[in-house]
Structure formats: structure tokens, C-alpha cells
């Protein structure tokens, strides 16, 4: 707001009208509010030369205090501040003597001339105060630097320098700047901590620097920045219940956060973590003692290794023992709220033949070998009696299907099926047979034209697996949808323990869950091609459930548990799938010819060597004569003492993308698959050890 | 009320070619007679048959089961069945069951 009180005006026009009227829009009144004086007439020269303007003097009638100023003439000298009326008026006096006094408060035009006293016009800053002395023709000039206010008789004024006569009242004040504290408090996702960040705010004060006297001096502020915490403790605690925290204050926290004069985070409010537990174990107690297999060392060669292998024990041995789970501690939240442990694991136990369990103990019922099958949690431990066959087992003997250990004095011949929980040893040959055992198999003669799996078959169990997890999944929707039936409330449950949930289950099948009976009964044709690689009981157990209560059209009365209880055996069954085995299964033979061999251990032919034989092995494969003809696989590596045939015989070896192949002679007709690049050899190579190289390509590195 | 029994009637409304059959009481275990005795019959003779559904507070799993029975053993016949006035927490267990999809939506006037 500018506070512009102009009192007098002297202004020059070309003849007197044009004058006063120039000189009434300067002072922005009519005629009737001045005084005209008239001091200069016009002249008028001959061609304009020597012209003289005519001059008035123009005074508004109400003006309280005409200052001296406008009374004297005063030469034009020092324009302190941009005006634009000023300066509409003053080059018209460039050639007079005279000058405008615009007696404003806030302008004051010096003259320069008339300098009667020796007194000094000067300013100056004292202990933050202004003292300012002038004389009849000069008058201090002081500017006003940023942040400093200054009240002109009592009228702030914005003007950025002033022209001050002693008579003057001027007030100077520093600007004071205040900045309020801002905190916030905020509380974790899992409200365990609660958080109060503090920027404390401050006060700025402004003093002005005292200055020596002097004509034009600088009203200069000095900063003093103050901070301060204006967060109080009962802000935070209010701040605090706003947020539900009930627990775990940490006083002295808050405490620090409402003194401290530095931006900061406090943690003002800490939960509990939960603790976490162990899963339950089992503990083996049985002694073991070492047996001589057959392995590759890291130089290639062929050596025998070290293997464990469980002792027999006597009948009441303890073959170990199940370890609880312990329980994780659960936490508090800072909210008073339980923040539970993570769930812990049981081992989930299944006993076969020959154990019992006392307690938390697994023993032994007669004497024999135990046979400890682990599987992520679950764990299987087994007495493997042994069957020894004097003879073969032929017609006369009958198929074979055993618990335990088999060993088999003769062959075993055409046709005839053999089955064991545990090691297969046959002294002589296995022709046109199956042979299939959950731990090793060992055949001291030759393998013709037969089927020999070693271990459980990882493979089919992943794949039945995989249709596993959707039914589960499917089911567990099914009695999903199912509560919330019965949670409705215009459905009554009062017919399910006369006729169960088989009509309810059909109506869902019809529609809501028609993928159902396909996958299942595509489930069940698998499972029953491939079910002879499976000794496990659950298998069979949920398959045949799955059967009655989805197939077949029993007037049985299924109930709700039934059901839940198939969907955890579904579940866990899937579990089981997912979780490779831990036990250790091989193939030991002499040769093999026309056959197929799947173990999910190494398979090692040490005899004559594999003619025209497919093998897979999740583990390595060491043939130590000839390999001719067939596909053989091997997922940690192959290694051939002699591959294909001078007929180039058509022998593949495919290994996984990461494995080698090595081959001390490869002869026409080897073909290499490393990962999914395939390279044949042409002609025979020796001691070739092939591997994928960093652009995709099958290269030897010769041995 | 849900437990007490609340045996399954009707009423009928001929009009020529339409029967009109107001349901009263559950569709539950209970109605099968009723279904397959008295009203299958009952709907052979018409071409345009509709069950009003406004008195009926509850249904089971057997009285869902005789609906879609009742659907598909006119399914290949000249009678067009429809249900109306289906109340909505009856109508909530028939969308769970997905009834509106194996029956046609349109059968819901």
C-alpha cells in the first residue's frame, strides 16, 4: 500500500492553463482544492528561441504541514527513488533554477547548493535504533535491505530507501521468520514399529547492525537462526492411541524426539518378532557300514567308492527316532495383537513292514535291514526281510513281489515279473523279463530283452504329480463352494446324513466344475500304465477314493470329511511328488541287450557292454565296453569306453545341457546330444570329452 | 425356519396352452413324490409351463437335484419351462451351483 501524499506541486506549461492543469494531474486534484500561484509568465522569443515556459505553483488547500521544502527553492540534484510523475515534471525544469518539492513523506529532493550550517546530514544505527540528523538543505539517505521493516511516522513503508529528516519518527524492526516443527508418526506394515520423524522448526531474528554516521548508510540485518520443538509428549502419545499402539513404548525414544533440535527418525514403539521354531526330524540310529561301488573320480577314471549302506539289525533295535517339532515363540505386535511363529512341520511318518513305533521311537519287530526312504517331511522307514530264491523264477516259482531284499540263485526267465522293496541281486541272467526294485538291482549276467527300474521312477511321479495339483486344487474349491452353500441362508443341510454329498457333488460336476471327471479320469488311466513303478501304498490309497466318490454312482453316503480328507491326502501325496527322494538306487549289470534300464541312480554295465538298449538314469552312466545302438541318457553325465560301430550304427547319448560326455573311441555313427545341440561323428575319434561351449556349440576337449 | 419341515405344495392355474404352478413350502428332500408323482405329469400336457418360486424359502441339495431332473426330462420336448419370482437368497445357491448356465438364463423370467 503506498502512501503517496502529494502537497504541493510547481509545474511549467506552455502558457499558464497548460501549466496548472499539468500540475493538477500531478497532484491528481481539481482546481478547487489548490492554491495557484502564478510564478513565471510565459515568454515568447522570436522562432521559438529564448521561449520560457509559464510556471505555476500549485498547493492543495487542506495540507496540513507544507514542509519547508515546498516553500524554498531548491535545486534539482538526487532522485533517490524511481517516480514516474517526478519525472513527467522535472525535465521541464532542466533549464531553471526552480525545483519540485513533492512533498511526500517519503521523497525528499536535496538541494546541493545551499548548504547553510556545518552541521552534517547523517544517519546511523545504534543498538538496533535509528538516529537520524539533517540539515536546512541536506537529509541522510537510508536504504532498506530485505528482511528489515521500517514504520515512517508511524505508516510502514515498503520503499526500499528513504530520506529522513530528524523530525521524522522512524521505527526499524528485524523480521522475524518462524518455522513450525513438523513431525509425523507412522507405524510399519507388520506393526512392529512405530516410527515419529521430527524436522524441529526454528526462529529466525533479524537485529540490525549498528552503523557509523554517515550520509547514506545500508540498513543491513543480521540472521540468527534458533531452532526449537515445539512437539510436545502428549501430542505423540495422542498421536500414538490414534494409531492403536499399546504396547512396547519406548519412552526414552519419545522422550529424544521431542527434545532434539535436529531432524531425526525415532523409533518410538517396538513390537516383538516372532521366533521362529524347527520343524520336526528324524534321526537315524542305525550304524551303517561301507560298501564298494563302482564310481568316476574327478580324472575320469573308473574307481571304486565308499558307500554306506545300512547294517542288519536284530530284532527291538531302535532304528530311530522322530524329533516334535518346537514351537516358534509367536510376537506382539505393537498393536497388542499376537503375531504368530511360523508353522513348523511335523515329520510325517509312515512305518512299513517289520517296525513299530514305541513312542517316538521306530524299532525293529524281527531282525533284518532297514530301509530309511526320505522325502522332504516325509519319511518312510521299512525292515527289509530277504527272499533268497534257491532256484529261478520261472513258471514254477511264480512272479515275484517282495517287501525286502530279493536275491535270486538262478535267472530270471521269459515273462516273469519281479518285484522288491529293497535289492534285487541275480546271480545269473534276467531274459524277456520286468524286474523292478525301490533301492538297487544287480545282475551278474547278461540283461536280454528285459525291463529293470531302479528306484522309484521320478519321473512319472513328477508328471502324476503335476495332475495332482490341479485336482487338488479343484477339490479344495469343491468344498470351498460347498460351505458356502451351507452358509446360505436359504439352503438346508438336512438331507446329508440320509443321502450324503454325492447328488450335491453331482450337480457341481455338471457345471461349476466340469473339468473335473477329465483330468481325473485321465489321472487314473496314468496312474494305472505306470503304477507298477510305484511300491507306495498312498498312491493306490487315493486313487481308489478318488474313484468311488467322483466315478463311480455308489449309493454310499459320502460325507464332507470324506472329502476333506481326500483333499489333504491329494495334497500331500502332491507334496510328496515334488520333493525328490533321498534314497540311493543303481543298476550294477554285466551287459544288456534289447532292454530297457531306468534308474534314478547311476547305471553302470561293466561286463560286456549294452547293445540296442535304451537307458535313462537321473544319475551318471560308466559303460566300461562297448555301447552299440539304442538311446541312452544319463542326467549327470555318460562316459563310453567305446561308442557306435565301424556299420555306424546309430547309437545316441544325450546328456543334459551343463554334462559332459566322454568317450575314449567313438566310432561312425555317435550321435551327441548336449542340451538340445545335436553333433554326429563321422568317423571314429578318440578320447573325445564333449561339452557345450558359451555359444551353443559341441566342442572336444581331448582327454 | 430352516429345521422345521415345511412340506412342498402347489397350486395351479390353467390357461390353455399355460400352466402356471405356485410353489409353496422347501424344495428339499421331501418333494420328490410331489415332482415326479404329481407334477411331471401334470406339465406333459402343456406347452408352456411356469414355476413360481415366491413361497418357496428353502432349498437342498436333493430339491436342486429334482429341479434339473425335472429340466432335463422336458429337455427334448415341446414344453417350455420357465421359473419366476425366485427369491434372492434362493437365487444366490442357484448361481453357486450355477444353475442359471446348465438350465439357460433364460429360463429365469
Known sequence: MEVKIMRSVISKGKNIMEAIELGLNVLGVEQNEVNIEVLHQEKKGFLKIGNKLATVKLSKIDTPNNTTASTDFMSLLNIIEDDEKAFEILPQFQESNQVIALSSPNKIIVNDEEKEEKKEAIAWVEEGKLFVQNTPTHYPVVSIDKGIEVKLNGVLTKELSLILSQNDTVEIYGVKEEKETKWSVSMDSNKLRVTLDVEPGYQLIRTIRDTKPSRQIRLVADKHKEPFNTLTYEQVIQAMGSLQVKYGFNHSEIMKAVETLKKGSFEIATGKESMNGQDGWFETMVKTHSEKTLIEDESGKINFREQRIINTVDAGSVIGVVHLPVAGRPGVTVTNEPLPAKQTNPVQLKLGTGVSLMGDKVVALESGRPTIEKRGRFVKVSLLQKLVIPGSVNLTSGNIRFNGDVTVMGSIEENMKVEAQGNIVVHQSITGAKVSAMNSIIAQQNVIGSELTAGQNNVFIAEMGFLLATMSEQIDKMIHVINQLMASSAFKSTDFPTIGLKPLIHILLERKFKNFIPITKNYLNNFKKGNHLILDEEWFEVSRTLERLFLTASKEITTLEEIIQLASNVRNLYESSQTPAESVSYINISSATNSQLYCSGNITILGKGCINTKIHSEGMLVIDKVLRGGEVYAKQGVQIQESGSENGTITIITVPRNQTIRINKAMEGTTLIIGNVRKVIDETTHFINARLNTTGEIVFDYL | ?109
Open chain 2, 1 to 109: 425356519m430352516k429345521g422345521v419341515i415345511n412340506m412342498l405344495k402347489y397350486s395351479l392355474v390353467e390357461l390353455d396352452d399355460n400352466l402356471q404352478i405356485l410353489l409353496k413350502g422347501d424344495l428339499d428332500i421331501d418333494s420328490t413324490e410331489i415332482i415326479n408323482d404329481e407334477l411331471i405329469p401334470k406339465i406333459l400336457s402343456f406347452n408352456q409351463v411356469n414355476l413360481n418360486f415366491k413361497h418357496v424359502p428353502f432349498v437342498d441339495s436333493s430339491g436342486m437335484g429334482l429341479l434339473l431332473t425335472l429340466f432335463h426330462a422336458f429337455a427334448e420336448s415341446d414344453t417350455r419351462i420357465t421359473i419366476s419370482n425366485v427369491r434372492e437368497d434362493v437365487f444366490e445357491i442357484f448361481e453357486l451351483l450355477q444353475i442359471p448356465d446348465i438350465l439357460g438364463e433364460d429360463i429365469f423370467i
